[in-house]
T-cell receptor
Framework: GENVEQHPSTLSVQEGDSAVIKCTYSDSASNYFPWYKQELGKRPQLIIDIRSNVGEKKDQRIAVTLNKTAKHFSLHITETQPEDSAVYFCAASNKRSNTGKLIFGQGTTLQVKP | EADIYQTPRYLVIGTGKKITLECSQTMGHDKMYWYQQDPGMELHLIHYSYGVNSTEKGDLSSESTVSRIRTEHFPLTLESARPSHTSQYLC?????????FGSGTRLTVV
């Protein structure tokens, strides 16, 4: 069935360093890949997304890359700050599907040490 | 402002009680979802709906039930709460811009 694998499960970096989180998906029909950030005690919030017709997308310090052939996509955060500390979830879906279901990865807990 | 609202925010209830978790959205979305999540852990899909009068079970088996009589409303009901139901329940609605999550209901069954 559909599956999204996310690595690593935890990531600790020094403030100012870069952080990379990687996901692989199983359903070759997937064409929409969002990333969510969930701060402690808060709801997951969409931070960036990418569609299958694009290889890379940037928004200030965050970027997402997609390799459709290998079926993996990654989140890159540069110049990390303590407020980037949170749990990050990748997800994949087939936007042409009737349900629009997102399949989530297992989550990555990012800790940015000052 | 268009958003998705969940009530109550916190609920402590005794074993065997019937409870309904409310979820309403003003986003105009047809698709709505319920997830179960232990703090900081995986999001498990337990129910979804892609329109009025449509409901489906998700990937994680759940003893809860849902209904979708109105587009904006997607309540979740537990007929008889048990300690194993203790968790956070997140409602979401989906559109072209991805999902929007509600703030969640943190349920504790004692």
């Amino acid at each position: 069935g559909e599956n999204v694998e996310q690595h690593p499960s935890t990531l600790s970096v020094q403030e100012g360093d870069s952080a990379v989180i990687k996901c692989t998906y199983s359903d070759s029909a997937s064409n929409y890949f969002p990333w969510y950030k969930q701060e402690l005690g808060k709801r997951p919030q969409l931070i960036i997304d990418i569609r299958s017709n694009v290889g890379e997308k940037k928004d200030q310090r965050i970027a997402v890359t997609l390799n459709k052939t290998a079926k993996h996509f990654s989140l890159h955060i540069t110049e990390t700050q303590p407020e980037d500390s949170a749990v990050y979830f990748c997800a994949a879906s087939n936007k042409r599907s009737n349900t629009g279901k997102l399949i989530f990865g297992q989550g990555t807990t990012l800790q940015v040490k000052p | 402002e268009a958003d998705i609202y969940q009530t109550p925010r916190y609920l402590v209830i005794g074993t065997g009680k019937k409870i309904t978790l409310e979820c309403s959205q003003t986003m105009g979305h047809d698709k709505m979802y319920w997830y179960q999540q232990d703090p900081g852990m995986e999001l498990h899909l337990i129910h979804y709906s892609y329109g009025v009068n449509s409901t489906e079970k998700g990937d994680l088996s759940s003893e809860s039930t849902v209904s979708r009589i109105r587009t904006e409303h997607f309540p979740l009901t537990l007929e008889s709460a048990r300690p194993s139901h203790t968790s956070q329940y997140l409602c979401a609605s989906g559109g072209i811009g991805g999902y929007t999550f509600g703030s969640g209901t943190r349920l504790t069954v004692v």
